[in-house]
């Protein structure tokens, strides 16, 4: 290590000495500053995902306070670095943020979901593309209801054509409606899906149990590390991620037995 990156390493391990031994909002301050890297890191990470209306700087203040959370509660003497201690507190910030600027209420996204699973139902059955009428019918709605969830759906995926785009090899500007098809991204079928079984995965969950399952199966950590960060021994984490694949296994039962009537 660098005599310079050593010495900025020692005198980060000194601040948080005193900030435990007296928590001011001066040491405070000097923890947020040096690590304030990592907000703009993992906002910028997550923004490159994202449409342009999303604004970055509205990202990174949310993960600031997502950091001084992690900072308050941070315990250097459980052995785990700050590093990967603040990262899933910050980006669950950031993810709160980007959940609160959806513009498309819960109910117009969950009848988008049941008219699409209605649709696939009957294809898969007929081999051909339902009519309204048969929706409607699969569905219980009447035709002006259906037509209005049809209306709303649409709203789901809308996407604007004067939206920025740049290439990442050049500095020329493009727009969305210049592009047919970008192969530097991923299939946004698969990202839909993804975030749909997230969803349908988390609901009815508390918040510990659905952060549970999104550090462990998305975001990649162990048992021991969600503990750490949830405040929790390893042994109470792994008790409830059992108590959850049950009560997945019995929500997975109850939707065969109700597909098979």
């Known amino acids: 290590m660098p005599a310079t990156d050593q010495k900025t390493a020692q005198k980060v391990t000194t601040i948080w000495r005193d900030y435990r031994k007296n928590a001011t909002q001066e040491l405070r ?27 970055l700087d509205d990202l990174i ?3 600031t306070f997502g950091l001084l959370d992690a900072i308050e509660a941070y315990d250097p003497e459980r052995g785990i670095k700050f590093e990967t201690y603040c990262a899933p507190r910050i980006r669950g910030a950031i993810l709160d943020e ?13 009848r988008a979901r049941k008219l699409e699973r209605s649709t696939l139902a009957l294809r898969a059955e007929s ?8 929706i409607a019918e699969h569905m219980g709605v009447s035709k002006r209801e259906l037509e209005k969830i049809i209306r709303d759906a649409r709203a789901v995926s ?5 939206r920025k785009w740049f290439d990442c090899d050049g500095s020329r500007q ?6 047919l098809k970008d192969p530097k991204s991923n299939d946004p079928v698969q990202q839909a899906h993804r975030r749909d079984l997230k969803s349908l ?3 009815g969950f508390s918040r510990t149990e659905s952060l549970i399952i999104t550090l462990y199966y998305y975001e990649g950590m162990t048992m021991k ?5 949830l405040d929790l021994s390893e042994s109470r984490v792994s008790q409830i991620h059992s108590s959850i694949l049950d009560r997945l296994k019995d929500q997975l039962s109850e939707r065969k037995s109700q597909l098979h009537v």
Request: hydrophobic share 45%; charged share 25%.
């Open 225 to 229: 590390e969600i503990g750490a960060t």
């Open 158 to 162: 809308q996407v604007s054509f004067n």
């Open 61 to 63: 203040s949310a993960g």
């Open 201 to 203: 995965i988390t609901k």
């Open 29 to 55: 301050n000097e923890l947020l500053t040096h690590f304030l890297p990592l907000v703009k890191f993992n906002a910028e990470r997550l923004a490159s995902r994202l449409p342009d209306e999303v604004i």
């Open 127 to 134: 081999g051909h593309l339902p009519s309204e009428k048969e």
């Open 174 to 179: 493009l727009e969305e409606i210049d592009i």
């Open 98 to 110: 980007i959940r609160a600027m959806d513009w498309v209420p819960r109910l117009v996204r969950a």
